[in-house]
């Protein structure tokens, strides 16, 4: 079936780092990919998504790009700030267009970002 | 506008009582979505309501879950009777459309079985 895997965290970084988390796929067809953030005491919510390869999804200073060569979908940032410290889902659905309803998550990714 | 709501926060009740968990989407929201991580594991699909109907409920674990969403609004999800695997963290989702996919997560109830 399908699944996704992330970096392992927590991922402990200083203000104005580069942020990369990892993330990889096992699908058939052509999943729809997404991350999703969980800001402390809130629900998660979609940051990003990609619906085709080598399409780009950004938001807030996030981008992650579709990588079906490598089945890769990573969370990249050139400069985390200290309000950035969440958790980080990547996650896809394979509905086929019909609902992108039904995720498949990976298993989050703690990131600390340190004045 | 009010986002999707979760009630309660907490539950701790013992293996075989019952447990009914209430989400209340963002209003105007047809599609909504629930999902639970346990411990250790990843977040994983329950069930999507359009409306009042269940599109996909192939996520539902066993017969001892039973979700409802009267009326096209609030949605409930009950577990009845509660055993200890049950324990996790219950998300709800709602979106627009079906295209979109849950966008919104409320905060999650998280259910303790001792």
């Known amino acids: 079936g399908d699944s996704v895997t992330q970096m392992e965290g927590p991922v402990t970084l200083s203000e104005e780092a580069f942020l990369t988390i990892n993330c990889t796929y096992t699908a058939t067809g052509y999943p729809s990919l997404f991350w999703y953030v969980q800001y402390p005491g809130e629900g998660l919510q979609l940051l990003l998504k990609?619906?085709?390869?080598?399409d780009k999804g950004s938001n807030k200073g996030f981008e992650a790009t579709y990588r079906k060569e490598t089945t890769s979908f990573h969370l990249e940032k050139g400069s985390v700030q200290v309000s950035d410290s969440a958790v980080y889902f990547c996650a896809l659905s394979n509905a086929g267009g019909t609902s992108y309803g039904k995720l498949t998550f990976g298993q989050g990714t703690i990131l600390t970002v340190h004045p | 506008e009010a986002g999707v709501t979760q009630f309660p926060s907490h539950s701790v009740i013992e293996k075989g009582q019952t447990v009914t968990l209430r989400c209340d989407p963002i209003?105007?929201?047809?599609?909504l979505y629930w999902y639970r991580r346990v411990m250790g594991k990843e977040i994983k699909f329950l069930l999507h309501f359009v409306k009042e109907s269940k599109q996909d409920e192939s996520g539902m674990p066993n017969n001892r879950f039973l979700a409802e969403r009267t009326g096209g609004t609030y949605s409930t999800l009950k577990v009845q009777p509660a055993e200890l695997e049950d324990s996790g963290v219950y998300f709800c989702a709602s979106s627009q459309t079906k295209g979109q996919g849950p966008r919104y997560f409320g905060p999650g109830t998280r259910l303790t079985v001792l």
């Open positions: 209003s105007g929201h047809d599609n």
């Open positions: 990609a619906t085709k390869a080598d």
